[in-house]
């Protein structure tokens, strides 16, 4: 970030709109439990812009603010990263509900599918992050507790099947009920994103999420510049800032252009089903009409738009 450009210090926090949410917070929790959750916000914005620190609400910006807003984190990646890098914003395409569904029955564990959403989605190197863990799992059922998210031997292993995991895009997600500042919610095509501008890092979403499918950026992501993804999107796979929480987007800078995501263009078995559900000549619809399709933890009433199925 550029030198000539004014710093923060925390106490302009009380004097800009996210006092709301802190207050509501503190209601909440009580003032230890509410400054203990936010603690990473407070040690990340120091290092915003003024610019960056008042910014409204992705939805609540008219379209000449968010052109700015799009040409300031363009140049900034630009500087910061050397390569010509685009941030866009991809909106929702009318008429389109996106769903996913996997089948269990050819996925044989090889995790291309976390590779290539690692670096498709500008993911921290030295963490190896990625939104989605492949869960060897014991065949004869669906128990976790035995699943193995950390194998490191030749697949398929006998007996084994494999089970990716990633944000389910829920119909009714726990974890926009439970941000406080409503930087987390859920577009006209099912897919749930997050303002990374306006997150305050307190992880209640984390917390709330019965996928733990959302991760935290405890450090600044660190990407070489020959590896950054130079087509980005807001509310997708730009680079993050540290302390604010992020997720999969089913790579909407994707999937919005009519593409496919990353993850399932890497699969080698042809695992992955993506597509329209209101599109009745679509694979995804063909798929949730024909298979004995399922959802995780159908009980919690979450309604996922991530199905598994198996051929038998």
């Known amino acids: 970030m550029s030198e000539s450009k004014s710093k923060l210090s ?115 190197r030295p963490s190896n992050q990625s939104y989605i863990r492949v869960f060897e799992m014991e065949k004869g059922g669906i128990n976790f507790e035995k699943g193995n998210a950390h194998y490191h031997h030749a697949v398929p292993a006998k007996d084994k099947y494999y089970m990716p995991v990633q944000c389910q895009q829920c119909e009714n997600p726990p974890c926009v009920t439970a941000c406080p500042i409503e930087a987390t919610w859920q577009e006209s095509d099912g897919i749930v994103v997050v303002d990374y501008n306006w997150c305050i ?5 984390e917390a709330a999420c019965p996928y733990h499918a959302r991760r935290f950026n405890w450090e600044k992501p660190q990407v070489p510049p020959e590896e950054i993804n130079p087509n980005q999107s807001y509310l997708s796979n730009r680079l993050r800032p540290q302390g604010v929480m992020e997720k999969c987007t089913f790579c909407l800078h994707r999937t919005r252009e009519g593409k496919l995501p990353a993850c399932l263009e890497a699969c080698p078995t042809g695992a992955r089903v993506f597509g329209n559900v209101l599109d009745p000549d679509s694979e995804i619809r063909w798929v949730l009409e024909n298979k004995r399709v399922f959802v995780l933890k159908e009980e919690l009433g979450t309604k996922p738009r991530f199905y598994y199925f198996f051929d038998k």
């Not at 003032?31 to 290092?47: N, V």
């Not at 890092?201 to 979403?205: L, N, T, W």
């Open 10 to 124: 925390l106490p302009v926090v009380g004097e800009v709109d996210r006092r709301t949410a802190i207050k509501a917070g503190v209601a909440t929790l009580g003032l230890a439990a509410w400054a203990a959750a936010i603690k990473p916000w407070f040690e990340w914005t120091a290092e915003l812009s003024t610019e960056e620190f008042l910014q409204k609400h992705y939805r609540e910006l008219t379209p000449a603010q968010l052109q700015q807003v799009l040409q300031r984190l363009t140049e900034e990646a630009r500087e910061a990263t050397g390569k010509n890098v685009t941030v866009k914003d991809h909106k929702p395409i009318p008429g389109v509900q996106f769903a996913y569904a996997l089948n269990l029955s050819i996925c044989i564990g090889c995790r291309k599918c976390a590779e290539a959403c690692h670096i498709e989605n500008n993911h921290d």
């Open 201 to 205: 890092g307190c992880r209640y979403c």
